[in-house]
């Protein structure tokens, strides 16, 4: 059963869980279709990155209950990734500095395609398509001048590269699309890195991070929104049915300043504004959010943060702080389409909130899930 093959895997060694993992689904008993729904017309999976207790990557499926995962071998690290309409794929991209992007057919449990950044370029982890499903914009950087952009593939052609949306800024991190299916929202991290120096942050001293909202067609930028001070990077958004953007920052300056917003919304109307937390759950975040997720059916959004070990459930619109969760290393939320949300965590587990504020542990598995669920 898929209960029984699920409680098997633990034990599997490293080697019998990547032949486990290579064979696929289709041999276990599993839906034939990852985009099967339930009868009240959810969806029953999620898609994250993932690592095993070997320091292994790779690209994985979570049931919604927690009942059942698959992995897929990575050859590297990845972190966000996003679902093209309209077909059985999901696309997984290399954490930064990362250099492919992976497409999975969920319909086969299989991975099928590794695309390229290209030469002189590196991707930042994120991406989104266009409601047809056939073009993808991803977020990257053209290494020799440090330039943002914002990569657009035809996934009708094999997602060859067909264009680029220059940023006139440092850093793309997570793109989503609005509810108009025409505008772009980009949260740009302001930070500079570089291949040869890995994950390091070479312009501390004079970041300039922004939420961008441009054109989708043209690239042309409609709206710049600059955080309060420059070391606040903006890295993740999510945005709600009626257009708000939320999005969480990263705080990049001394450490003992604990007093900067960390929380962001973009309203419809176009207004901005920044959030403080109140004293002393502020300082309790250690300056970082992680994944951020907007509630389809409800007014509300939640946001991790892993270093303070929190889950925060705040009022889409005002802002108010409706619950707070103690979830150790927390990582990747998404909504779970009843106005809860799916969470899960740097130590293997995965826990449900629901929408009535209650929080249980639905699985703890020997894997470290990434920040972000798809």
């Not at 925060?312 to 106005?339: H, K, N, P, W, Y």
Request: with cysteine.
């Amino acid at each position: 059963t898929e209960t029984d093959q699920v409680a098997s895997l633990p034990s599997l060694s490293r080697r019998r869980l990547l032949k486990a993992s290579l064979l696929g689904l289709a041999a276990t008993g599993l839906p034939a279709s990852l985009w099967a729904l339930d009868d009240d017309g959810r969806r029953q999976w999620y898609f994250s990155a993932v690592d095993d207790s070997d320091g292994g990557h790779h690209l994985a499926g979570l049931r919604r209950d927690g009942a059942g995962h698959f992995l897929l071998p990575s050859p590297e690290r990845c972190h966000g990734g996003c679902l093209r309409p309209g077909r059985d794929e999901v696309v997984l991209f290399a954490r930064r500095p990362g250099q492919r992007f992976h497409v999975l057919d969920a319909r086969r449990q299989a991975s099928t395609l590794e695309i390229s950044a290209g030469q002189g370029r590196h991707f930042y982890g994120h991406g989104v398509f266009d409601p047809s499903g056939r073009w993808l914009y991803v977020t990257a950087n053209r290494i020799d001048d440090a330039m943002g952009l914002v990569q657009v593939h035809d996934a009708e052609q094999g997602y060859r590269q067909v264009g680029d949306h220059l940023l006139d800024g440092i850093g793309p991190h997570e793109v989503g699309l609005m509810p108009d299916g025409e505008t772009l929202v980009v949260a740009l991290g302001g930070i500079r890195t570089h291949p040869d120096s890995g994950r390091a942050k070479l312009n501390l001293s004079d970041m300039d991070p922004a939420l961008l909202l441009l054109d989708r067609h043209s690239g042309e930028i409609l709206e710049r929104h600059r955080p309060s001070h420059h070391q606040l990077s903006c890295r993740h958004l999510d945005i709600a049915p009626d257009g708000t953007v939320v999005a969480g920052y990263q705080f990049q300056g001394p450490e003992w300043e604990t007093d900067h917003p960390l929380i962001a919304r973009r309203a419809p109307d176009g207004s901005f504004s920044e959030q403080v937390l109140p004293s002393p759950l502020q300082g309790r975040l250690a300056q970082y959010t992680a994944s951020v997720a907007a509630s389809q059916v409800r007014p509300s959004a939640a946001i991790s943060a892993p270093r303070g070990n929190k889950v925060l459930v705040l009022g889409r619109t005002s802002g108010e702080l409706l619950a707070q969760f103690d979830i150790e290393d927390a990582a990747g939320v998404r909504c779970d389409g009843a106005g809860g949300y799916l969470v899960t965590t740097g130590g293997g587990e995965v826990h449900r909130i629901d929408d009535g504020g209650r929080h249980h542990q639905l699985a703890a598995l020997p894997l470290r899930w990434d920040n972000h669920l798809t």
